[in-house]
């Protein structure tokens, strides 16, 4: 009769997906104060700080070592009692980089930037995996499975369940984690993703996620969803934490939103992911001397995300293209406020203030408008023999179109089709009619 397996061959099972991933694999306790090989001072600390040292000192070697110094110590600085505040600053240095104001030579004051990660190259960066990651907070004393550092910053962390206990479930893990981030704060500062495993099943989320926004990442390749007989922990690790997709998700895919309860911290699901990528690269070749000028179509089913897709979509085109000008067309009024509504509590991922976005979203038909509002505004346009963009910025634009349930008339489908810039379409329809 086979055993059951257990936590721990959970535990190296991961282990060793992620060792195959290119991660670096340590045991926690070998790094301790009073390990073989220390690496941290106390066990409150939750930062490998030689190993954040050494990557930016790579990543910026023009900013002299007093303000990469000062650097270091912003982040290590805990500013507000609250955890998603602080979580949230220090997201904002990962992305934009870590502001920092130092003396020249000649006596005058410059300002620059200091970069924690290089997300251009993902191999300059050192990713580690550390398994029983003790920590002692408070006279609390917790240790979560696996803890994945990226440049000495614990970015992930993995919480298994044994799939032989029938009470250890992935419940129990998104409890437990609830547990640590009352217990022990300080690691989840600085964490941008969550996983949930019982060997079987796995999911993925983030500090401020409900146990049902906990979700699968169901392809490995993102081109063919993976089969049923892998188990979705290889499918997740595999499909989500490599290197590359990774630090795309963290720099392009996460988002904050101000909302009633407070600020939530949403990540892309695996569709929105690879359906933004490819929706981004067709919309270079779209634009093109050679281009059609169409982008495709994003298929979704009802209440899987299409305006939180399309908040990611701009972000990532905003700077894959230059800064480009994106109209978006829906089909019905109540669609422009839900689409407002999202784009202005994603200013951040645009990479403009909420006043700015505001401000964009109150000059229609200028950016966000019904499809027949956009047909008339075409139609004037073409009678006045008036571009509908900016001259010189079509090839910087995208019209963008967000439907429900319904058609659309040909007479607004040839407006679409004669507007001179690249067209993506993200419908709850297989197709434009």
């Known amino acids: 009769m086979t055993s059951a397996i257990t936590e721990s061959e959970v535990e190296e099972v991961a282990l060793e997906i992620l060792s195959n991933l290119g991660y670096s694999t340590l045991h926690g306790p070998d790094i301790t104060p009073d390990g073989r090989t220390p690496e941290r001072n106390a066990y409150s600390d939750v930062i490998l700080v030689e190993r954040l040292r050494d990557a930016i000192d790579r990543f910026n070697p ?41 003396r020249r030579d000649d006596d005058s004051i410059a300002w620059g930037k200091v970069w924690l990660l290089d997300f251009e190259n993902p191999e300059k960066n050192e990713f580690l995996a550390v398994n029983q990651f003790t920590v002692i ?16 910053l614990p970015l992930i962390v993995i919480e298994l369940k044994n799939p032989a206990d029938e009470n250890a479930t992935i419940r129990t893990a998104f409890n437990q984690f609830e547990t640590y981030k009352s217990q022990i704060p300080s690691l989840f500062h600085y964490n941008e993703i969550l996983v949930v495993s019982d060997g079987t099943e796995a999911r993925a989320g983030t500090i ?36 590359k997709v990774l630090l795309d998700l963290i720099r392009h895919f996460v988002v904050f939103e101000d909302v009633e309860q407070g600020i939530s911290k949403k990540l892309a699901a695996y569709h929105q992911y690879h359906a933004v990528n490819k929706a981004v690269e067709a919309t270079a070749a779209a634009s093109s001397p050679e281009g059609d000028r ?54 951040e991922l ?30 004037k346009r073409k009678a006045t023999d008036s571009p509908c963009f900016p001259k010189g910025e079509i090839s910087q ?37």
């Open 350 to 379: 645009l990479r403009q203030n909420r006043g700015a976005i505001c401000e964009i979203f109150s000059k229609l038909p200028l950016a966000v408008l019904s499809s027949q509002r956009y047909r008339n505004f075409f139609l």
């Open 208 to 243: 401020t996620s409900g146990r049902e926004w906990f979700m699968p990442w169901k392809t490995i390749d993102g081109v063919e969803t993976a089969p049923s007989a892998v188990p979705q922990l290889e499918v997740l690790f595999r499909g989500m934490l490599g290197k």
């Open 62 to 102: 023009d900013i002299p070592i007093v303000a990469r110094e000062e650097a270091i110590k912003k982040v290590l600085r805990i500013e507000s009692p609250d955890l998603i505040t602080n979580n949230h600053n220090f997201h904002k240095m990962i992305v934009e980089g870590v502001d920092i104001e130092y």
């Open 137 to 152: 907070e408070n006279n609390n004393n917790r240790r979560p499975d696996i803890v994945l550092f990226i440049n000495g």
């Open 294 to 347: 169409r982008c495709g179509v994003i298929w979704h089913t009802q209440g899987s995300g299409k305006s939180l897709t399309m908040a990611f979509y701009t972000g990532k085109l905003v700077l894959s293209m230059d800064n480009p000008t994106v109209v978006l067309l829906t089909d019905r009024n109540d669609l422009d406020d839900q689409l407002f509504g999202v784009f202005s509590r994603c200013h």
């Open 397 to 433: 634009s995208s019209l963008m179109r967000r439907t429900g349930a319904s058609t659309i008339s040909s007479m607004v489908s040839q407006s679409i089709r004669e507007t001179p810039c690249p067209m993506l379409h993200s419908s709850v329809l297989p197709e434009l009619r």
